[in-house]
């Protein structure tokens, strides 16, 4: 990993300690004694050949032009324990701080002197039947570079709401053996590139001109690539991405066979994308294993998407080591706010009406409520091992695929019970080619803001002014549909309405500027919020539908929405169009409408004026019972109602089109249509067009 810049080199003391642990409290007191047997036993002992280096540089000098500085370079302390002793050294010792592995640290006695050395860097390793070559990476990690707890280390969630797996120091075996590119470069042993061209990109002034980028192997040569991703006023957020080829040992799993002695599934080849929220200067030191947004900071992007899950049964089959597992269903897909294979699923497992959330950056005394993916949809799938990670060639990251390319938010478990916006980007990554050595070829653009595939939206999300001028932002193509609806994976751990779900609410913001093209569709339903902020813009294009169903809400603040063509903002029944003083709908042809169901809102709060604008041409329709009674139509005309019954309806003249929208239509006696004119009639059923 380190490209031969860090070198270790170790002994084993060569003989047992045997210690009484007679009124020990804590493996920090077992260490102690450790220590103490070894000076009285050993007083002369030499430990001048284990001080190369000054201990905890933390970044504030260059360490590789060190001095000894009297205190043991690093000491791993590993006692014979295991946990379920049916007679354990200490009563009670199975719940100490470490006793599931292992304790960064040592913890002697800061004044101790041992034939003129003190200690106070290395770990304790507590429980014997832990893999030794996992834990001592994962405590190095700790003391090394202060790392804290990601992929699911200690089931650590820090702010995050939901846990995260995947490979790095702080967690080898399940499913690859090597560091992240993060941590590699945090530590000084890589720099940012791909095929040695410098691949670090703030903006786009950064891309190559084609956007291309070579991505040899990661392990072998260190190649990466490194995104900034917009993230508003929170810390900086990035996108890693690594080619992974299984040429080294390194990149395979540790672990080769499940509980029940079947072989894991195999791990997939190609480029694997993570999020970063740790650290993205390394010339600051992670002084504490404790800073904000540090732990579980980490977030893996899976190639098969995000889903809502339910969840089901449980078992405890030896597919697991007779761990619990629970046979989930993956049941829709949920782009920007579902979990992936390879998350730890959020759910109330307990069924106390509450999902457990534990904050804090390093406590094992009390996991966060979540499982492992291991059985999906009645198999034993083991998502869990992440061996569908990796994107292959074709695949795209961005806007409009699930996986999407945003942000990573932070939960609020105090107040608001929210998680902070999803910001949408213009940041795509595309899988264009793999060599037959391997290499592989990616893409990487800037201001790709088109909706291209039909999606469905859920969240907390924002639109800023990407492209940062008066272009669109946003824009949803011809016969695409966006929907925003209510999420089906808890996004708070109390809850809401009989859910452990927010509503969904969509800002455009401030100066940002959607379109949706001809015959597109945004649908608006389930409680969930479309709002344009002041100085946003809405163009709804010829035959598109900005669809407000009921117990949806439009919402304007002195902002400015535009339809053409035939174009129509619908309103349903128990909808609501709130419209601010100095906000303005323009309905710019005849055919362009707002059509208002029976028993919608306008303006249902005090705080929106009873105002509405209409500059243009279009008409605004409310469905009502409506008699055409003894009525002749000799130019074009539109009809909008509820339920709509004729007698002696006549259509005369040449190509008259007359078009008649309702629930219903009863055509009486008399009824007379000229040759060469038509009438169109549609019919919507439970308030939604057909």
Not at 256 to 280: H, V
Not at 358 to 384: G, V
Not at 441 to 464: A, E, M, Q, T
Not at 578 to 607: C, R, Y
């Amino acid at each position: 990993m380190s490209q031969k810049k860090f070198r270790l080199t170790a002994d084993v003391y060569p003989k047992r300690i045997n210690i009484d642990p007679t009124g020990s409290k804590s493996w920090s007191s077992l260490s102690n004694k450790v220590f103490e047997k070894m000076k009285s036993e050993d007083p002369y002992f030499d430990w001048s050949k284990y001080d190369s280096r000054t201990n905890y540089p933390n970044y504030v000098f260059d360490n590789s032009n060190t001095i000894p500085d009297s205190i043991a370079d690093y000491v791993v302390v590993v006692f014979r324990y295991r946990g379920g002793w049916a007679l354990p050294p200490v009563l009670g010792m199975d719940s100490w701080d470490g006793s599931g592995g292992g304790l960064a640290g040592i913890s002697v006695y800061p004044k101790f002197s041992y034939n003129g050395y003190r200690f106070n860097c290395g770990y304790t390793h507590c429980a014997a039947n832990v893999g030794l070559y996992g834990l001592f990476i994962h405590e190095m990690a700790h003391t090394l570079f202060a790392g804290p707890h990601y992929t699911n280390a200690n089931s650590v969630h820090g702010k995050y709401f939901y846990g995260q797996g995947g490979y790095s120091m702080m967690s080898l075996g399940l499913t690859r053996n090597c560091a992240l590119g993060w941590e590699r470069w945090y530590l000084g042993w890589i720099d940012i590139k791909a095929s040695g061209v410098s691949s670090d990109i703030t903006t786009i002034d950064d891309l190559p001109a084609n956007g291309e980028f070579i991505l040899r192997d990661f392990i072998t040569t260190g190649d990466v690539v490194r995104i900034k991703i917009p993230n508003g006023t929170i810390d900086d957020q990035y996108l890693w991405l690594e080619n992974h080829q299984s040429k080294s040992v390194f990149d395979n799993r540790g672990w080769k066979t499940d509980g029940c002695g079947n072989g894991f599934p195999k791990l997939r080849d190609g480029i694997i994308a993570y999020i970063e929220s740790i650290d993205g200067d390394r010339e600051t030191p992670l002084n504490s294993i404790y800073l904000k947004y540090d732990a579980n900071g980490i977030k893996f992007i899976h190639s098969k998407g995000n889903y809502d899950y339910l969840l089901g049964s449980k078992s405890n089959p030896c597919h697991y080591w007779g761990n619990n597992i629970y046979n989930v269903q993956e049941i829709e897909a949920n782009a920007i706010s579902g979990q992936s294979r390879s998350d730890y699923l959020r759910f109330d497992i307990d069924g106390d009406q509450q999902i457990f959330v534990n904050t804090e950056q390093n406590s094992m005394k009390q996991k966060n409520e979540s499982i492992w993916l291991a059985q999906r949809n009645n198999e034993y799938t083991l998502d869990c091992s992440g061996s569908e990670l990796a994107f292959e060639t074709g695949q795209k990251i961005g806007l409009s695929t699930n996986p999407p390319l945003l942000n990573r938010p932070v939960y609020d478990d105090i107040t608001s019970k929210t998680l902070t916006p999803f910001y949408l980007n213009g940041i795509s990554v595309t899988i264009i080619e793999q060599y037959l050595n391997g290499d592989v070829k990616i893409k990487v653009s800037f201001n790709d803001i088109n909706i291209d595939n039909s999606i469905r939206w859920c969240g907390n999300i924002h639109l800023p002014n990407i492209t940062n001028n008066s272009l669109p932002d946003l824009i949803v193509n011809s016969n695409k549909c966006l929907t925003l609806n209510k999420s089906g994976t808890p996004n708070r751990h109390t809850l809401l309405n009989g859910k452990f779900v927010n509503p969904t609410e969509f800002y455009l913001n401030d100066s940002s500027y959607m379109i949706l093209e001809a015959n597109s569709k945004m649908i608006i339903e389930d409680d969930s919020k479309l709002i344009l902020e002041t100085g946003s813009k809405l163009e709804i294009g010829d035959g598109a539908i900005l669809y407000i169903k009921s117990n949806a809400h439009l919402k304007l603040n002195k902002a400015e929405v535009i339809v053409n063509g035939s174009g129509k903002i619908i309103v349903e029944c128990n909808g609501s169009l709130a419209m601010e003083n100095g906000s303005s709908v323009t309905l710019t042809d005849a055919n362009s409408k707002i059509l208002f169901m029976s028993g919608h809102l306008v303006h249902p709060s005090t705080q929106y004026a009873i105002y509405m604008s209409n500059t243009g041409d279009g008409s605004m329709f409310t469905a009502v019972d409506r008699s055409l009674s003894s009525i002749i139509y000799s130019s074009d005309t539109y009809v909008f109602g509820k339920s709509i019954s004729s007698q002696n309806l006549k259509i005369i003249g040449l190509e008259t089109n007359v078009t008649i929208e309702a629930e219903e239509v009863y055509l009486g006696a008399g009824f007379e249509i000229e040759k060469g004119s038509t009438l169109d009639i549609d019919i919507y059923k439970n308030s939604c067009l057909e």
